[in-house]
């Protein structure tokens, strides 16, 4: 591919609800600029950015894709993005690599839940945008119907700048409401629009929306304004020059339609692309992590952005960046700032998917991909060395959900650790790690599915074979009340025997306190040698629990009284006293089970907010806060852990897959009595049994 300057490059993400038809939509440009001879489909599994295995089988777009084409002699680089609310971070990520975004819109469902959420990322990110309604040719869509679903969320910014001719199966062409004509497509067409006279039918209510378009153009720059009031609307070359400043300032979202399945407009969202969003000089400088700025210019000393790793069996490790300064060439040794290690940029390429084109340089602004980079990682910065600089990472929720993990043999359990390690690299979203308390190897992500996914890659990639459980409760334990008890160690055999005593005091401390220790012996009823034997056996202990085997925390332990034995009296021997003392302690303090309380929040639209409310109660949650944005409904509350472990298949279920929901621990909290018995019945039953097999 030949090498492009910054004023020539567009890089522009694909974003929307899950299955809005963005991998569809990206085919059909491709198939228009000529970057492929026919159209390809998302259920044939041949698309150019629906390439990984697990796309391919589950139909969805799992992880971003770019896929570079050229048109009128310029360069556009598209990310497509994944939809789906388990999937739906990466296109936040990806989107620090575009200067705006395509928000696609089902025409039937219209405005959808993840449709809410990417705009919300555009806004993090400043992006222009704009609005494509897809699947224009499919029973029951409706193009009026879906834009006041877009205005009523996204407010009157949001403008037709098309209209459709014909509906549902009988959708053939689109009206340029700006031009004020119209392109007919044929099914077996090459993608471009042939022009035709504006339908007799359609003529009155185009005119409409040209009137209204004109006059939201006008209404944000004074000029404008003036002469739309002078003349009564505006030459074409104006709409088009007042549209673009509207567009770049994010004052309005012009709204399109298409049918990508059918290849229905992918020629003027094209032409809207390249003549209406900016082009990387036109971006603000990105900010480094010290608040410096740096311009995409070729005046500015190299740097380069990675915004996604991708661990490839057989080509390595692939690093996507984004040129932010400089010209980047083949054979470039950069700085890396995390490491402060020296990268050698062998090989540098563009993507079409997993297609890698060959290219000496690319200019600030473009998008290419490195292989094989010894230690860079997502989210690091690469420099040259007489001119450092960092730019941030882009911050990312924790995962919501964890399972427990293991190998199904000897061979699998050596090479476990080596792969997740691999996806965990080009995966933000996972967490791998041992719980210490259950001593599970625990690999966390935003779903079941997505940690379904990532077990399959396992076995497909790297041969590995695990399987997954749902992960045990990291239940505690604590105390109600208070005790004054006395601890007391003697055995008495040939020779020296053991003696140890201590009284202590132990009393209940706040949620999340752990344990205080205190010593007030006075007199030296014990020697200060011995004091600290006492602490560690009562840690020892309470690590061990006393009603189900969990921890016990929350608790103090004031020492203050005992007596020794000048020869029998020994470090071990106090230690064994404080055991003793312990558990006696727990006998009269009220213990009682502690389980962790998760803080959820959950986004689903208004009309399954009872549903949703009801059954939260149901698990013992409680609401803690509610908010409503456009059709979506927020809710947050604090549920126990145990009660959540199936909630991600429950919520597919109650709202159809148009709800998400993030998790993150917040407290521990007391166990309500008839759960409690449960759970203390369960582990000791399960301690039971682990020592008859011991025996």
Known sequence: ?????????????????????????????????????????????????????????????????????????????????????????????????????????????????????????????????????????????????????????????????????????????????????????????????????????????????????????????????????????????????????????????????????????????????????????????????????????????????????????????????????????????????????????????????????????????????????????????????????????????????AFAVSAKSRNDEDRMGNAIQKILEEDLLLRFYRDPQTREFLLAGTGQQHVEIVVSKLKKRYGVDVTLNAPKIPYRETIRGVADVQGRHKKQTGGHGQFGDCKIKMEPLPRGAKFEFVNAIFGGAIPKTFIPAIEKGILEAAEKGYLAGYPVVDFKVTLYDGSYHEVDSSEMSFKLAGRKAFKAAMAVAKPALLEPIMKVEVQAPVEYAGDLMGDMNGRRGRITGMDTKGGTQIIRALVPMAEMLSYQNDLISMTQGRASFTMEFDHYDFVPAAQAEKIIAAAKAAMSGTEEEEE
């Open 1 to 401: 591919m030949k090498v492009y300057n910054s004023t020539e490059i567009r890089n522009v993400a694909l974003i929307g609800h899950g299955n809005c038809g963005k991998t569809s939509l990206a085919a059909g440009m491709l198939y228009a600029a000529g970057v492929t001879n026919r159209l390809t489909r998302v259920d044939e599994g041949n698309t150019i950015t629906d390439f990984d295995e697990e796309e391919i089988n589950r139909k969805i777009t799992i992880s971003t894709a770019c896929a570079a084409l050229e048109w009128r002699k310029n360069k556009i680089n598209l990310l497509d993005t994944p939809g789906f609310s388990l999937f739906i971070n990466d296109a936040k990520v990806a989107l620090v690599a575009a200067e705006a975004a395509l928000v696609v819109v089902d025409g039937v469902a219209g405005v959808e839940v993840q449709t809410e959420k990417v705009m919300e990322f555009c806004d993090h990110f400043q992006l222009p945008r704009a609005l494509v309604i897809n699947k224009l040719d499919r029973e029951r869509a409706s193009f009026e119907r879906a834009l006041e679903s877009i205005t009523a969320a996204f407010g009157r910014a949001a403008i037709p700048i098309q209209m459709p001719i014909g509906a549902e199966k009988d959708f053939g062409g689109v009206i340029d409401l700006i031009t004020m004509k119209a392109y007919s497509y044929t099914l077996d067409g090459d993608g471009k629009g042939k022009e035709i006279e504006i339908p007799a039918n359609l003529a009155e209510a185009a005119a409409k929306a040209h009137e209204a378009l004109v006059e939201m153009v006008a209404e944000g720059n004074d000029a404008l304004m003036e002469e739309f009031f002078e003349s009564g609307t505006l030459p074409v070359e104006h709409i088009h020059q007042g549209l673009r400043q509207a567009v770049l300032e994010r004052r309005l979202m012009p709204v399109l339609c298409c049918s990508a399945l059918r290849n229905i407009g992918s020629d003027l969202i094209l032409n809207f692309v390249l003549e209406k969003f900016p082009n990387p000089t036109e971006r603000a400088p990105m900010k480094s992590t010290n608040g410096a700025e740096r311009p995409f210019s070729t005046d500015q000393p190299v740097a380069a952005f990675v915004f996604k790793t991708v661990a490839d069996v057989f080509a390595g490790r692939m690093t996507y960046l984004k040129v932010v300064s400089g010209i980047l060439k083949t054979d470039a040794n950069l700085v890396n700032s995390r490491t402060g290690g020296v990268e050698r940029l062998a090989h540098l390429s563009v993507l079409r998917g997993k297609t890698m084109d060959p290219v000496t340089e690319l200019h600030p602004g473009d998008i290419g991909v490195v292989a094989k980079l010894r230690e860079t990682l997502t989210f690091d910065t690469l420099h040259e060395k007489s001119s450092p600089i960092a730019f941030p990472p882009i911050p990312l929720p924790e995962p919501s959900i």
